[in-house]
């Protein structure tokens, strides 16, 4: 483990990870719906890593009820820290004598989760799609596997994993599907086995367990879901997800993963995806029938490569694990559908890139590249500026040295940190070295300015981009612009041909009108333009933001019902913020009405936009 130091680099765990590394981790769990809890045992295999000087593992926990704990069989004393926020509590297991470099030793604690796990959702029958069973699922990013079991809950530490997994109902993890047979404690209940070989850190533990079946959406693909929504999850699915694969198995190598699967969630899921290794878990607002919003995918897939195989050592280098996956994800639409449409995504990222840096300020800390995390929750930090500031850094790196030598590094970085996991100085430092040989891109990255990408906060400089698939909504959104004086005259033509995305952009650049519409034009917008019945929800919040923000009151019930049929933060957030300036006492109604259907992360998110940030 060549890539710890002493003292730790995570400032966001309180484990002693820099005397011990768990290197394998066992999780027997039953799954209780009835008691809303995963009750069993977890067994870590750690190596120490110092020469016997420490006597103690401390781990992260967070709101665990634990019951005995054995060090190689043997009954051991351990304790309770105090609690520290927003980290939860150490758990310092004792052992009777110091413990020699490489030498490992055996933890098995008895554990329960409790109501206050911030990691796990249960969702009653009427929660679900087809409302027949309850369903349980995990979101352990950032910091909240310690709230499902005592662990070294960090990214700088990877484990291989075995999953022993009891339910009543269909189990799915971030591991490889290997057996599945009655329990015999437990009549009606089965047990699900599954083993993940390729060491990943706690935060890609993930369980999932419902009403599930699959179907084959690939020759290493399944996509998985509610009965009621197979036949419709697979066709969006099936057309692109093997494509995808095949493209960045180009750009970087081959799939390390063996399966590469899609769990598509109830809605209350709080993200895009995460992507969970074998298994992306995946937000049911994908399901656009129009295959035009399967970009979250392409981007859940590559994080096979960034983050699951070469991963931020800590959550302060975000940006190593989403900036390149953004970067990559590009790079499998400009495979597929043309380098215009790279882009012309990287525009609708810039946008989203400028609604942060406003959000938080031009000189917040969580406007830089590299954060200071210390103190501080990583979830307060959770915007889009790591995913498209990191890919514009790696964008304005790859125009700099020129693409054809950058397509050389790719693989190079990740074959070097395969497995690993790093920091930005690391990256600096193999960006260098690779280009070392090259007298003129080695010149151009020595005279870089690597200080200001990585600590300057607010926007970097805009690239060029090939506008080409943007420049004709450019030109509607002109239009409505000056709707008053030119006496523009909407037809549904407008957008005859238009690609949900272009329509996207279009909303957006509405949505930065100086000057809002009136809510006469926005009504006009969405009757003639068909926005207010679109089954695309990327298209259909956006026109709901328009809507408030012009103050169009025909817009809070269709808003309202949305916030009450998806959780994802992504609409969730900006619609609770435009709905609180128009009305917020009908904001804080819907959200009162609708919290317990949120996810933890999404109800606590939302509660610091609405009612004051801890975070600003």
Same mark, same amino acid.
């Given at each position: 483990m060549?890539?710890?130091?002493?003292?730790?680099?995570?400032?966001?765990?309180?484990?002693?990870?820099?005397?011990?590394?768990?290197?394998?981790?066992?999780?027997?769990?039953?799954?209780?719906?009835?008691?809303?809890?995963?009750?069993?045992?977890?067994?870590?295999?750690?190596?120490?890593?110092?020469?016997?000087?420490?006597?103690?593992?401390?781990?992260?926990?967070?709101?665990l009820?634990?019951?005995?704990?054995?060090?190689?069989?043997?009954?051991?004393e351990?304790?309770?820290?105090?609690? =520290?926020?927003?980290?939860?509590?150490?758990?310092?297991?004792?052992?009777?004598?110091?413990?020699?470099?490489?030498?490992?030793?055996e933890?098995?604690?008895?554990?329960?989760?409790?109501e206050?796990?911030?990691?796990?959702?249960?969702?009653?029958?009427?929660?679900?799609?087809?409302?027949?069973?309850?369903?349980?699922?995990?979101?352990?990013?950032?910091?909240?596997?310690r709230?499902i079991?005592?662990?070294?809950?960090?990214?700088?530490?990877?484990?291989?994993?075995?999953?022993?997994?009891?339910?009543?109902?269909?189990?799915?993890?971030?591991?490889?599907?290997?057996?599945?047979?009655?329990?015999?404690?437990?009549?009606?209940?089965?047990?699900?086995?599954?083993?993940?070989?390729?060491?990943?850190?706690?935060?890609?533990f993930?369980?999932?367990?419902?009403?599930?079946?699959?179907?084959?959406?690939?020759?290493?693909?399944?996509?998985?879901?509610?009965?009621?929504? =197979?036949?419709?999850?697979?066709?969006?699915?099936?057309?692109?997800?093997e494509?995808?694969?095949?493209?960045?198995?180009?750009?970087v190598?081959?799939?390390?993963?063996?399966?590469?699967?899609?769990?598509?969630?109830?809605?209350?899921?709080?993200?895009?995806?995460?992507?969970?290794?074998?298994?992306?878990?995946?937000?049911?607002?994908?399901?656009?029938?129009?295959?035009?919003?399967?970009?979250?995918i392409?981007?859940?897939?590559?994080h096979?490569?960034?983050?699951?195989?070469?991963?931020n050592?800590?959550?302060?280098? +975000?940006?190593?694990?989403?900036?390149?996956t953004?970067?990559?994800?590009?790079r499998?639409?400009?495979?597929?559908?043309?380098?215009?449409?790279?882009?012309?995504?990287?525009?609708?990222g810039?946008?989203?890139?400028?609604d942060?840096v406003?959000?938080?300020?031009?000189?917040?800390?969580?406007?830089?590249?590299?954060?200071d =995390?210390?103190?501080?929750?990583?979830?307060?930090?959770f915007?889009?500026?790591?995913?498209?500031?990191?890919?514009?850094?790696?964008?304005?790196?790859?125009?700099?040295?020129?693409k054809?030598?950058?397509?050389?590094?790719?693989?190079?970085?990740?074959?070097t940190?395969?497995?690993?996991s790093?920091?930005?100085?690391?990256?600096?430092?193999?960006?260098?070295?690779?280009?070392?040989?090259?007298?003129?891109?080695?010149?151009?990255?020595?005279?870089?300015?690597?200080?200001?990408?990585?600590?300057?906060?607010?926007?970097?400089?805009?690239?060029?981009?090939?506008?080409?698939?943007?420049?004709?909504?450019?030109?509607?959104?002109?239009?409505?612009?000056t709707?008053s004086?030119?006496?523009?005259?909407?037809?549904?033509?407008?957008?005859?041909?238009?690609?949900?995305?272009?329509?996207?952009?279009?909303?957006?650049?509405?949505?930065?009108?100086?000057?809002?519409?009136?809510?006469?034009q926005?009504?006009l917008?969405?009757?003639?333009?068909?926005?207010?019945?679109?089954?695309n929800?990327?298209?259909?919040? =956006?026109?709901?933001?328009?809507?408030?923000?012009?103050?169009?009151?025909?817009?809070?019930?269709?808003?309202?019902?949305?916030?009450?049929?998806?959780?994802?933060?992504k609409?969730?957030?900006?619609?609770?913020?435009?709905?609180?300036?128009l009305?917020?006492?009908?904001?804080?109604?819907? +959200?009162?009405k609708?919290?317990?259907f949120?996810?933890?992360?999404?109800?606590?998110?939302?509660?610091?936009?609405?009612?004051?940030?801890?975070?600003?």
């Open positions: 060549e890539s710890i130091i002493n003292p730790p680099r995570d400032p966001n765990t309180l484990s002693n990870y820099n005397n011990w590394v768990s290197t394998h981790v066992t999780a027997n769990l039953d799954i209780l719906f009835d008691q809303q809890k995963l009750v069993g045992n977890v067994i870590h295999k750690f190596k120490s890593i110092t020469n016997g000087e420490s006597q103690d593992i401390i781990l992260d926990t967070n709101h009820d634990i019951g005995e704990i054995k060090v190689n069989g043997k009954q051991s351990w304790e309770l820290l105090p609690r =520290l926020e927003p980290y939860g509590t150490g758990l310092k297991i004792k052992l009777d004598s110091p413990v020699a470099l490489n030498e490992t030793v933890v098995d604690i008895s554990v329960k989760t409790t206050k796990c911030t990691a796990l959702q249960w969702l009653t029958p009427a929660q679900t799609s087809n409302k027949k069973h309850p369903y349980m699922f995990s979101q352990c990013q950032a910091i909240h596997a709230s079991f005592p662990c070294q809950d960090t990214p700088d530490v990877k484990s291989t994993f075995d999953f022993n997994i009891t339910s009543p109902l269909p189990v799915i993890s971030s591991g490889l599907h290997v057996g599945k047979s009655a329990s015999a404690a437990r009549p009606g209940h089965y047990l699900y086995q599954f083993h993940q070989k390729v060491p990943i850190p706690s935060y890609l993930a369980l999932a367990s419902g009403d599930i079946v699959e179907a084959k959406i690939g020759p290493r693909s399944v996509v998985a879901t509610s009965p009621d929504k =197979l036949e419709e999850c697979k066709w969006e699915l099936e057309a692109d997800t494509k995808f694969i095949n493209a960045i198995e180009k750009i190598y081959p799939y390390a993963w063996g399966e590469y699967n899609v769990l598509v969630l109830p809605p209350s899921f709080p993200y895009g995806g995460m992507e969970n290794p074998i298994f992306t878990f995946a937000t049911p607002s994908i399901i656009s029938k129009d295959r035009e919003n399967v970009d979250v392409a981007h859940e897939l590559s096979s490569w960034s983050g699951n195989l070469v991963t050592a800590s959550w302060e280098h +975000f940006w190593l694990n989403e900036g390149w953004t970067y990559l994800e590009r499998i639409l400009a495979a597929i559908h043309g380098e215009p449409y790279r882009h012309f995504s990287a525009i609708i810039w946008k989203a890139l400028v942060s406003e959000h938080y300020g031009h000189d917040h800390e969580f406007t830089k590249l590299v954060v =995390l210390k103190g501080k929750d990583p979830d307060d930090a915007s889009s500026i790591p995913y498209e500031k990191g890919f514009n850094f790696l964008f304005h790196l790859e125009n700099l040295v020129g054809d030598k950058f397509d050389k590094f790719i693989p190079h970085y990740f074959t940190f395969k497995g690993k790093l920091d930005s100085y690391e990256f600096k430092t193999t960006v260098l070295d690779f280009f070392s040989s090259d007298a003129e891109a080695s010149k151009l990255l020595n005279d870089f300015d690597w200080e200001k990408w990585f600590y300057s906060p607010g926007l970097p400089p805009k690239p060029d981009f090939d506008t080409s698939l943007v420049d004709v909504v450019y030109e509607l959104a002109g239009k409505w612009r709707f004086e030119s006496g523009f005259i909407p037809k549904e033509s407008d957008i005859k041909g238009l690609m949900a995305n272009q329509i996207v952009v279009f909303l957006e650049q509405v949505l930065l009108f100086e000057k809002p519409l009136t809510p006469d926005s009504q917008m969405g009757q003639v333009y068909g926005f207010a019945k679109s089954e929800v990327e298209v259909s919040n =956006l026109y709901l933001q328009v809507g408030l923000k012009a103050g169009d009151r025909s817009v809070i019930e269709p808003t309202t019902d949305l916030l009450g049929r998806i959780g994802r933060m609409f969730v957030r900006p619609l609770y913020r435009g709905l609180q300036k009305d917020r006492p009908i904001a804080i109604e819907t +959200f009162e609708y919290k317990d949120y996810h933890p992360i999404c109800r606590a998110m939302v509660e610091k936009d609405l009612f004051g940030k801890k975070n600003a």
